[in-house]
């Protein structure tokens, strides 16, 4: 036994090879010189992979065979065994967290940076093909100017651990909601109004790899670094409380106002008249709409101008066709999905039940499904990861906004994929604000590359036309992010935004007043808010395409067809007329924190544990509000009873039910312990086995 203890670090064995290290050493040393040789047999005279040394750990695709061949190939070095000094790049698809601790100073990235880097004739930054991104660093929060206000304010909020909503009685409801388990908490408002810095981030977890599960530790963290949805939602959150602490603190020092007097000034013999025009009263506004050009695209094309010009789509895709996995039903998902779809635009039965109200479909990824078109067969379905940005040139091929990568392939084959870029966008976001912000602070903050601006303020002291101060933020705006805004100018919500309509992509465009009748009526009924499918298919059945087709129809027959509140709209916006007011300060209903990929549980100690770590960050995301919840709301996808247990989008949720409790607080409350185990005993509740699991919102 005690000598069994002492077992490889007592005296070594005689081998036979101690002058050279011993068995293990020699045999390294024998397959690095085999390496050499096989490399110097190749004839390749590119030398991609030059300072490049690269241990596989694991199996990957391809394997480590062809991977040593490769870099054979193109001048690199591959150890078939790891030294820390000699390696450095570890290529792996998957590693558990023991591995990751060891090596965690290292370069760990997937294969497809080798493939790639072949492909583009150049090594490319590994930045990209990291197995997990908190390697390499933490995300930066915004760096806006914190702020101080007055503690100690009172409302009721709503907590949501898909949702925890805040506020009863005003406000909109903000769901920061990216998947699927759901939590929501009403909340008796303790509000303390003392900031921290904009945008402040909590350091997280590092995941056990790229493809982890929920309920393996910090894929929370590390699934919220990783999804646009949720930097979306954050950020549009952060630059709305952005421009309410502006609003509140007041003042009027505006930097940007004196260079726009000179900037008019300049002009003085242009075509644009000077003046506000009268534009100075409520029934003259005039609103602008700020929205930058293909934001995603533009900001990951700055350091590729070689894709300058060409079709590029933003998206978690590679490009590349997804074959189908054992277990998988397309036909089952494209079938459910496509009588969702059909039945929104009134073309399918109302036996159909659909019940799964919250999915969003996107017609253009679910058309011809039913066809037996040789594109359609099983054994290789298109990629199902959406796309989230694409250029001009993608959209005149008919790519859109959340297609299908497989979709967009082909429609147009040349399209390349490029990833996200999450830091660069907030720091363009940043100065898009601060810029724009410089003449005014009224600003309803829409999103991070959106807003809408009062102009009558800024116009009136200034004595500028709105095409002077368009023209000059747009000016200001390329100058400091070398993107592009468009800019639309007219006298409600409505029209700004139909105005940027036109004005895009890289333009301006003001509406006068007494142009608004034979713009409205040119405008396409689909163009205006709230029109989606189901109501533009109704529409057509009428005969009605344009806002002037629209106007032939009276108040009374728009509210018999389409309801009392819609056809009021309708009546409305089809005449150019909306009372909309910019909306400066929002008072936040709900928090919340939903996921619905990489749902796998296998067992109710993986659900505990993963509601527990989706309960922190709703806790982070209660106390960057200053807000507590009280009514806790927990929404889940349950795999529909017929639906393969695999779904056509590796680790996607599938055809689901959708299912919701929710529970009251005796009082409010911020802590995950008590969010965590409610949302359990509530799960419980809901009696679905964890393998049926596959979103979760709370």
Known sequence: MSNRRGRGKGKRFTDGWETSGGYMNAKKQKLQEQFVDGKNTEQKKRTIFTDVSIYVNGYTNPPNDELKQLMMQHGGHYHHYYSRSAVTHIIASNLPDSKIKEIRDKKIVKPEWILDSIEAGKLLSYAPYQLYTAQGGQQKGLTLQPRDNNPHNTLKSELSVENIDLSHNQGNSVHENTSGISTAINTSKQYNETKKPLG????????????????????????????????????????????????????????????????????????????????????????????????????????????????????????????????????????????????????????????????????????????????????????????????????????????????????????????????????????????????????????????????????????????????????????????????????????????????????????????????????????????????????????????????????EALRKEFGPKTGQTLYEYCRGKDSRPIRIERERKSVSAEINYGIRFTEESDVTEFVTELAKEVQSRLQKAQVKGKSITVKLKSRKSDAPRETAKFMGHGVCDNLAKCITLPSATDSSVVIGKECVNLLKQMKVPPPDMRGVWT
């Open 200 to 555: 402040e981030k909590k350091k997280s977890a590092v995941s056990s790899s790229a493809m982890a599960k929920a309920g393996t530790p910090g894929f929370v963290s590390e699934f919220y670094q990783n999804s646009r949805l949720h930097f979306l939602s954050t950020w549009g959150a952060e630059f709305r409380q952005f421009v309410n602490d502006l609003q509140k603190k007041g003042g009027s020092n505006y930097s940007g106002r004196d260079r726009l007097r000179q900037f008019v000034e300049d002009r003085t013999g242009d075509d644009v008249k000077s003046g506000n025009n009268g534009n100075n009263s409520k029934s003259n506004r005039v609103i602008m709409h700020i929205d930058m050009d293909s934001f995603f695209v533009s900001v990951g094309i700055l350091e590729r101008p070689d894709l300058v010009g060409r079709p590029v789509a933003v998206t978690h895709s590679r490009g590349k066709n997804a074959q189908s996995r054992e277990g998988t039903n397309i036909a089952y998902e494209m079938s459910h999905y496509g009588k969702k779809a059909y039945s929104k635009l009134g073309k399918q039965n109302t036996n159909v039940e659909i019940d799964d109200e919250d999915d969003t479909v996107d017609i253009d990824n679910v058309e011809d499904m039913n066809s037996s078109d040789s594109r359609k067969k099983k054994e290789c379905i298109g990629s199902m990861a959406e796309i989230a940005s694409c250029s001009y040139e993608a959209r005149k091929a008919g790519v859109k906004n959340g297609m299908f990568m497989g979709r967009a392939l082909e429609l147009c084959p040349d399209i390349t994929p490029i990833p996200y870029e999450f830091e660069k966008y907030r720091k363009i976001s940043q100065q898009l604000y601060e810029i724009v912000s410089s003449y005014t602070h009224d600003i309803e903050a829409v999103s991070c590359d959106e807003m809408f601006v009062d102009c009558n303020e800024v116009l009136a002291n200034t004595g500028a036309h709105p095409l002077h101060l368009a023209s000059l933020l747009r000016q200001e705006i390329k100058e400091a992010t070398k993107c592009n805004a468009s800019a639309g100018i007219g006298s409600n919500i409505l029209l700004a935004r139909l105005s940027t309509r036109k004005a895009k992509p890289n333009g301006q465009f003001y509406l006068p007043p007494e142009e608004v009748d034979e713009f409205i009526s040119q405008q396409k009924v689909s163009d205006l808010p709230g029109v989606g499918w189901s109501t533009s298919n109704k529409l057509s059945s009428l005969n009605v395409s344009t806002c002037g087709d629209l106007m032939m129809f009276s108040l």
